[in-house]
């Protein structure tokens, strides 16, 4: 069943909070799906978070099912190594993996019950949140924000956020990178009354893009490495410029109240692989290559330009940046009803 869930969300990707916009548009929703870089400095923050203990008092469980997403770094790098299924192995606990192309998928996975843990971006948590899905931060990664931009074709006439003003602007909606097309028109005094919005999934903005059906597309790597090093593409702004934002761990209230050990193993673990990637960026590469339809070199391209690893508790600044993105969807009516991120936040003991 739940291998059938994932596979119906691969082909569906945006099923979830699509079917949200959908139901609530009467309340002028207009409403999807992403991933980079911070100061190399803050990767000792993940020291922040606790160490589990060898042995744990929580109720056993005998399956943990864990959410990934195509081509980030993340939890897949995790999943490659297969640290975790050796930390569990002692225990008699399986490691089920279940690939999403997206965070809004995986949020309604939780809701189902039928993922424990994964990591998306910024905007599925929000949506999830305000829907009353009991989803919880439990962990955080650097700043993603440089590896989003906002590009054109090379030969645009485009030049800057202002021309985009009666174009068309691919946006996908429930994602980081529908927010990053949010600030991004922000930034020019533009609203999307200023232009035409043309609401896809990730994969259709991606082939709108190519075949000119759209003038410009928000994006985040792999993809953008891949245009950036083909030459092919100009970038008009960069989300690192406009749109400080973060990708996040999360796991289901249940999961977290039920098993604090085990989340904190998880998360200890991936810290562990995100240490051994830094210094082995070839590897990481060709692992995440295997993966995807991305070269190898794309993908190191990437991990050189823009990393954002880390794994770090859940700071006060980072629920300020969240709150400042649920505060601006639900002033654009884009989500029912307002929400505060300090209520699903994990305080680990």
């Known amino acids: 069943m739940l291998r059938r869930l994932a596979q119906f969300w691969h082909r569906k990707s945006i099923g979830y909070y699509l079917g949200i916009a959908i139901a609530t548009f009467s309340l002028t929703w207009i409403l999807s799906l992403a991933g980079c870089s911070g100061p190399a400095g803050n990767q000792t923050q993940s020291n922040n978070l606790p160490t589990a203990p060898p042995n744990t008092n929580s109720p056993q469980v005998s399956v943990i099912n864990i959410g990934h997403q195509l081509g980030t770094p993340g939890l897949n790098l ?69 590896a989003q931009a906002v590009i054109v074709p090379k030969n645009s006439p485009i030049q800057s956020v202002a021309d985009l003003k009666g174009k068309k602007l691919a946006i996908q909606k429930g994602t980081a990178l529908q ?29 709108a893009f190519e075949g000119g059906a759209v003038d410009a597309l928000p994006i985040s790597d792999p993809y953008l490495a891949k245009k950036e090093l083909a030459n092919e593409v100009r970038v008009i702004v960069r989300g690192s410029d406009v749109a400080p934002q973060r990708a996040y761990y999360i796991a289901t209230r249940n999961f977290v109240e039920k098993q604090p050990d085990l989340l904190k193993v998880i998360l200890e673990e991936q810290r562990n692989v995100e240490e051994w990637a830094k210094a082995n960026p070839g590897e990481v590469a060709q692992l995440l290559a295997q993966q995807t339809k991305y070269e190898p070199k794309v993908l190191e391209y990437s991990l050189e330009k823009r990393p954002y690893f880390g794994v770090f508790e859940i700071k006060d600044e980072y629920v300020t940046e969240q709150q400042q993105v649920a505060d601006l969807f639900y002033q654009q009516k884009l989500i029912p009803k307002p929400i505060q991120v300090k209520e699903a936040i994990w305080k680990p003991s």
Request: hydrophobic residues 45%; proline residues 7%.
């Open 78 to 146: 995790l999943k490659a190594r297969g640290l975790l299924e050796k930390r569990l192995q002692s225990q008699g606990i399986q490691v089920k993996w279940f690939e999403f192309r997206g965070g809004p998928p995986m949020m309604e996975a939780m809701a189902a019950g039928s993922v424990d843990i994964g990591n998306v971006g910024n905007l599925p948590p929000i949506f999830a949140q305000a829907a009353g899905n009991p989803i919880v931060y439990v962990a955080a990664t650097d700043s993603n924000a440089g």
């Open 179 to 207: 927010y990053l097309a949010l600030k991004v028109l922000e930034s020019a005094k533009l609203t999307l009354n200023d232009i035409q919005p043309v609401y896809l999934t990730l994969p259709d903005s991606i082939t």
